[in-house]
């Protein structure tokens, strides 16, 4: 599998990309100089404040950003074909994001107020071409907030059923049912 490469000189962007990296089981290495990358780094994270240009490179400002945009790199792509983004709407809700029907993330919001600046944050840093965002019909009120908040967005959002997408697990996942 191909590696993601870390050149930086930026010690905080260094650490934060390794803590990153290590919580998404994702094969990395660091280059110690540009002129021997190894072959099987097909991308290259560096911070924003680097001046080094090198092939393959992506230059953020924030861990996070950085590994989205590396994702279809990993897979030898430009892009995603398309990203879907489910939402498991409730005091916590759930964020899933499916890129060419992998699944790439989920995890829980702490607060319903924070989905907008969520999804646009993986609007920000996914490489696509088509996006849908599902959003489950249950918890109508939250529900509600959560759409009109990404009105602002202009992005498509379909309600969908979401019957069943908290079972089997005694315990209730919101990341897990907005991947369902």
């Not at 983004?85 to 029907?101: F, L, Q, T």
Request: with cysteine; proline share 7%.
């Amino acid at each position: 599998m191909a590696r993601i490469g870390i050149y930086t000189y930026d010690f905080k962007f260094y650490h934060d990309v390794i803590k990153d990296l290590k919580s998404w089981n994702l094969p990395f290495t660091s280059i110690e100089t540009p002129e021997k990358i190894p072959r099987d780094v097909s991308v290259i994270l560096s911070s924003v404040k680097d001046d080094a240009d090198l092939p393959r490179q992506i230059k953020v400002d924030s861990s996070l950003k950085g590994i989205r945009m590396a994702l279809p790199r990993l897979l030898n792509k430009s892009q995603f074909s398309s990203i879907t983004i489910g939402i498991d709407p409730g005091p916590r809700p759930g964020i899933a994001v499916m890129a060419d029907n992998v699944l790439m993330e989920a995890y829980e919001c702490p607060t319903v107020v924070s989905v907008k600046a969520e999804v646009a944050s993986i609007l920000e840093s996914y490489m696509y071409r088509r996006l849908l965002i599902k959003i489950g019909d249950g918890d109508k009120p939250n529900r509600d907030l959560i759409i009109k908040s990404l009105n602002s967005l202009d992005v498509p959002v379909v309600i969908v059923d979401e019957t069943n997408t908290s079972t089997p697990h005694k315990i209730h996942d919101n990341a897990l049912s907005a991947a369902r």
